[in-house]
T-cell receptor, first 116, second 114 residues
Framework: AQSVTQLDSHVSVSEGTPVLLRCNYS??????LFWYVQHPNKGLQLLLK??????LVKGINGFEAEFKKSETSFHLTKPSAHMSDAAEYFC??????????????FGSGTRLLVRP | NAGVTQTPKFQVLKTGQSMTLQCAQD?????MSWYRQDPGMGLRLIHY???????DQGEVPNGYNVSRSTTEDFPLRLLSAAPSQTSVYFC?????????????FGPGTRLLVL
């Protein structure tokens, strides 16, 4: 069965310090992996995605994530947090089903707080 | 190009009332879907459509109906609202349901059922 676990419901960092949002997945098949960001009262915006090409994926706004198959992880990082990064972040797995259809599985979200 | 649009932005219903949440996209996407977002649970798929005239159930379809008469529109109907349907609803679309396809999300509709 496929699943995705975001290890922290809340992460708090100071402006200018690194950001690490952790995501682990479980999948019987090679997955596609996505990170989405949701600012307050807004829809979800794609940050980046992994689709079995390079394991280090660069996204928008300075974010990047590394796919580590041995650790079944896809952690999101940014070298220096900005106040505008405060939002909720979702790790999403797109996994193949037994009937060859695809299903998106969302993590429960990590709320990033950025302190001045 | 407006992307994915949803109306209304916010709605209050009484138990037993019906309503339709509207979703439209202008990107000529074949695949459209509806999700609900509840605290601490991420997004869960309600219904989806792989093209005009074709719909199917997702993870939590009970209490919701959909239809897809055009490529652009994918309305979600609540026939008899219940407090358990209080949630934020997101519509999404993508060119296809292929493995690597990115889904684009609308801004959401906040629904409160009293």
């Amino acid at each position: 069965a496929q699943s995705v676990t975001q290890l922290d419901s809340h992460v708090s960092v100071s402006e200018g310090t690194p950001v690490l949002l952790r995501c682990n997945y479980s999948s019987s098949y090679s997955p596609s992996l996505f990170w989405y960001v949701q600012h307050p009262n807004k829809g979800l915006q794609l940050l980046l995605k992994y689709t079995s090409a390079a394991t280090l994926v660069k996204g928008i706004n300075g974010f990047e994530a590394e796919f580590k198959k041995s650790e079944t992880s896809f952690h999101l990082t940014k070298p220096s947090a900005h106040m505008s990064d405060a939002a909720e972040y979702f790790c999403v797995v797109r996994a193949t089903q037994m009937d060859s259809s695809y299903k998106l599985i969302f993590g429960s979200g990590t709320r990033l707080l950025v302190r001045p | 190009n407006a992307g994915v649009t949803q109306t209304p932005k916010f709605q209050v219903l009484k138990t037993g009332q019906s309503m339709t949440l509207q979703c439209a996209q202008d990107m000529n996407h074949e695949y459209m879907s509806w999700y609900r977002q509840d605290p601490g649970m991420g997004l869960r798929l309600i219904h989806y459509s792989v093209g005009a005239g074709i719909t199917d159930q997702g993870e939590v379809p009970n209490g919701y109906n959909v239809s897809r008469s055009t490529t652009e529109d994918f309305p979600l109907r609540l026939l008899s609202a219940a407090p358990s349907q209080t949630s934020v609803y997101f519509c999404a679309s993508s060119y296809s349901n292929s493995f690597t396809e990115t889904q684009y999300f609308g801004p959401g509709t906040r629904l409160l059922v009293l």
